[in-house]
Antibody, heavy 119, light 105 residues
Framework: EVQLAESGGGLVQPGGSLRLSCAAS????????MHWVRQAPGKGLEWVSRINTDGSSSTYADSVKGRFTISRDNAKNTLYVQMNGLRAEDTAVYYCARTIPPYYFMDVWGKGTTVTVSS | DIQMAQSPSSLSASVGDRVTITCRAS??????LNWYQQKPGKAPKLLIY???TLQSGVPSRFSVSGSGTEFTLTISSLQPEDFATYYCQESDSVLFGQGTKLEIK
């Protein structure tokens, strides 16, 4: 079964750091671009970042640029996002999703992991 | 930068109704538009990609039209399981619309 499973969420103080992981199974992870998408409580979906198949190219939303770093380990079938300088407005459920260019539709999503930034 | 405007933001309808949701782009995006359905507490689900292609398993009561700057998602006869929030998504900038919450009247 094709699956994505996020982990690593939790409560962190403003200014703190957190690394989220997304474990992929049931498909050839190294063949897919991947996204992180987040959803603040009661709000809509916000794209966070995207990475290509070998990790050589990544893009970020302006809201996280310079603070978040996406990466992947194809040998471990795992996607990551390192989040530094966390702010209250980063509080959200974070989803990973697989995607294929050129339409970058997200056809498989994880269940999400919750990040809460609060003192 | 491209802006996406989705309307309406909410919609009340009854089982069996036909409803239409619109997504407008501030500039032409050709057919680079995808649609998702999200139910409370769940991850989004891909419905349509490349503006016109139904994802496998999506019922035929879902249909789409449009290209360029204006796109519509139509549900021809609402079923109880269709009450959810719907999002459009522009492909290149990966920009989501604000969402349309479809509620039972």
């Amino acid at each position: 079964e094709v699956q994505l499973a996020e982990s690593g969420g939790g409560l962190v103080q403003p200014g703190g750091s957190l690394r989220l992981s997304c474990a992929a199974s049931g498909f050839m992870f190294s063949s897919y671009w991947m996204h992180w998408v987040r959803q603040a409580p009661g709000k809509g979906l916000e794209w966070v970042s995207r990475i290509n198949t070998d990790g050589s190219s990544s893009t970020y939303a302006d809201s996280v640029k310079g603070r978040f770093t996406i990466s992947r380990d194809n040998a471990k079938n795992t996607l990551y996002v390192q989040m530094n300088g966390l702010r209250a407005e980063d509080t959200a459920v974070y989803y990973c999703a697989r995607t294929i260019p050129p339409y970058y539709f997200m056809d498989v999503w994880g269940k999400g992991t919750t990040v809460t930034v609060s003192s | 930068d491209i802006q996406m405007a989705q309307s309406p933001s909410s919609l009340s309808a009854s089982v069996g109704d036909r409803v239409t949701i619109t997504c407008r782009a501030s500039q032409s995006i050709s057919n680079h538009l995808n649609w998702y359905q999200q139910k409370p507490g769940k991850a989004p689900k891909l419905l349509i990609y490349a503006a016109a292609t139904l994802q496998s398993g999506v019922p035929s009561r879902f249909s789409v039209s449009g290209s360029g700057t204006e796109f519509t998602l139509t549900i021809s006869s609402l079923q109880p399981e269709d009450f959810a929030t719907y999002y459009c998504q522009e492909s290149d900038s990966v920009l989501f619309g604000q969402g349309t919450k479809l509620e039972i009247k």
